[in-house]
Structure formats: structure tokens, C-alpha cells
């Protein structure tokens, strides 16, 4: 399936041009997922997660797949508070051991609770509300995440998702039945529709995606 990008490429370009360097465990954590062919936000869209909490001045977020902890570096490095924190979930123990050693370098670990198993569980097991929860699990798993998070965030709080424009898919007729060499990429473009559906749809949130990247998507709630 053709991919089609949310920017034109000289755009892109440009704008990794004009951002300021990252630290030096930013780059080569960027480095290791280039090398791994491993999905990570980027730079562009992990600076709006930085300026999200930079803006809302959370204590505490929730982070539904966290992989070796691309995401909430950028997230804890705007935590103002003395007591915020970020909640981590990832099925792989070997992401998690990952993520602990650059968030350690990062000075940023004392904010970390990293769980390893499934965030849709995890969410259930864990009380109280949340400031922001941030949302990058499988992509077929995300009507759910939606159904799982909102309940749990503050009035004013923020649910954020990646991978909303689903690399152009999305505007792509997705047939009723897939090949079974596709079936996993149907049912993941088919959860980041139904996502897209209920976050517009709910009286709930006020939404808003940005076409940055492969599309985040920001919801407040009322």
C-alpha cells in the first residue's frame, strides 16, 4: 500500500533543520531506533509532548506504550513539580531495562514508574486520576484506550495520541475483509478510524489532530 506523508518532504526536512540539537541521550536514542527500524515519535512531535506539559504543568501521566522511553523523556523533561511522575507501560521487559538506563543518564528516573505488561490492564490496576495520558499502543487496541483513559483524566486533562494519519492510510478505503498477510495492518487502520470517530464524536473532549509527522492528536476534556 502506498504510504502518504502528513508533510511534504522538503517540509519535513526543513523542520528537522530548524529545531535545536537534541542531548546527547536524545541523539542516540534516536540512532538506536533508526538502527532498529524501532518506532519513535521524533524529534518534531516529542517537542510538542514537551510543550504540552510544559503548558498544562501535570503531577501525574499515564503513558499507554511506552517502547525504550523515547516519548516520556521528552515528557519528563518538562515536569515542574516536585512530585510529578510518569507512569510507563511496554509488554517487553527488555524495552523497560532499555528505557531505565537512558532516563538514569537523563537525570530523569526518579520521575519513572515503568510496569511492564499490558497498559490496558495496567490503567484498570492503578487509581486515580491523571493529568495526561498519552496513547501509542496497537493501534487495534485504541477504541479501547479511548474508553479505558477518558474516565480517568481530570476535567481540562489531556489525551494524546500518535500515529492518528496511520502513514496516509486512513484516507485509504479499507475493504471489509483483508488478505490474511494484512490482517494486522486492517485491524490497525481500522482502530485508528474508530479512535478518530470517538474523539470527535464524544461530547466528552474537544479534539483537535495535528498533521505533524504520522498525525498526533490532542483531546481536552470538558
Same mark, same amino acid.
Given at each position: 500500500?502506498?504510504?502518504?506523508?502528513?508533510?511534504?518532504?522538503?517540509? @519535513?526536512?526543513?523542520?528537522?533543520?530548524?529545531?535545536?540539537?537534541?542531548?546527547? #541521550?536524545?541523539?542516540?536514542?534516536?540512532?538506536?531506533? !533508526?538502527?532498529?527500524?524501532?518506532?519513535? &515519535?521524533?524529534?518534531? &512531535?516529542?517537542? #510538542?509532548?514537551?510543550?504540552?506539559?510544559?503548558?498544562?504543568?501535570?503531577?501525574?501521566?499515564?503513558?499507554?506504550?511506552?517502547?525504550?522511553?523515547?516519548?516520556?523523556?521528552?515528557?519528563?523533561?518538562?515536569?515542574?513539580?516536585?512530585?510529578?511522575?510518569?507512569?510507563?507501560?511496554?509488554?517487553? /521487559?527488555?524495552?523497560?531495562?532499555?528505557?531505565?538506563?537512558?532516563?538514569?543518564? =537523563? %537525570? &530523569?528516573?526518579?520521575?519513572?514508574?515503568?510496569?511492564?505488561?499490558?497498559? +490496558?490492564?495496567?490503567?484498570?490496576?492503578?487509581?486515580?486520576?491523571?493529568?495526561?495520558?498519552? @496513547?501509542?499502543?496497537?493501534?487495534? %487496541?485504541?477504541?479501547?484506550?479511548?474508553?479505558?483513559?477518558?474516565?480517568?483524566?481530570?476535567?481540562? =486533562?489531556?489525551?494524546?495520541?500518535?500515529?492518528? +494519519?496511520?502513514?496516509? !492510510? #486512513?484516507?485509504?478505503?479499507?475493504?471489509?475483509?483483508?488478505?490474511?498477510?494484512? /490482517?494486522? +495492518?486492517?485491524?490497525?487502520? +481500522?482502530? #485508528?478510524?474508530?479512535?478518530?470517530?470517538?474523539?470527535?464524536?464524544? $461530547?466528552?473532549?474537544?479534539?483537535?489532530?495535528? $498533521?505533524?509527522?504520522?498525525?498526533?492528536?490532542?483531546? &481536552?476534556?470538558?
Amino acid at each position: 500500500m502506498e504510504r502518504l506523508d502528513s508533510l511534504h518532504p522538503s517540509i @519535513n526536512d526543513y523542520l528537522h533543520n530548524i529545531i535545536p540539537a537534541r542531548d546527547a #541521550v536524545l541523539t542516540e536514542m534516536e540512532a538506536y531506533a !533508526r538502527e532498529r527500524r524501532f518506532p519513535i &515519535v521524533g524529534p518534531l &512531535v516529542g517537542r #510538542v509532548l514537551h510543550q504540552l506539559v510544559l503548558l498544562t504543568n501535570p503531577t501525574r501521566i499515564f503513558e499507554m506504550g511506552s517502547g525504550f522511553g523515547y516519548s516520556a523523556y521528552w515528557m519528563a523533561k518538562a515536569l515542574r513539580e516536585p512530585d510529578a511522575s510518569i507512569i510507563c507501560t511496554d509488554g517487553s /521487559q527488555e524495552n523497560a531495562d532499555r528505557a531505565a538506563a537512558y532516563l538514569a543518564r =537523563g %537525570g &530523569v528516573a526518579e520521575r519513572i514508574d515503568y510496569r511492564v505488561g499490558n497498559a +490496558l490492564e495496567i490503567i484498570d490496576e492503578t487509581e486515580g486520576e491523571f493529568d495526561i495520558i498519552y @496513547n501509542d499502543i496497537d493501534k487495534d %487496541g485504541y477504541p479501547e484506550a479511548f474508553r479505558k483513559a477518558i474516565p480517568r483524566l481530570r476535567s481540562g =486533562g489531556l489525551f494524546v495520541t500518535d500515529n492518528m +494519519l496511520w502513514m496516509g !492510510r #486512513v484516507v485509504k478505503d479499507v475493504p471489509d475483509i483483508a488478505p490474511e498477510e494484512e /490482517q494486522w +495492518l486492517h485491524k490497525a487502520t +481500522l482502530g #485508528v478510524k474508530e479512535l478518530t470517530r470517538l474523539l470527535y464524536s464524544s $461530547p466528552e473532549v474537544f479534539t483537535t489532530i495535528i $498533521p505533524l509527522r504520522d498525525g498526533i492528536s490532542v483531546a &481536552v476534556k470538558r
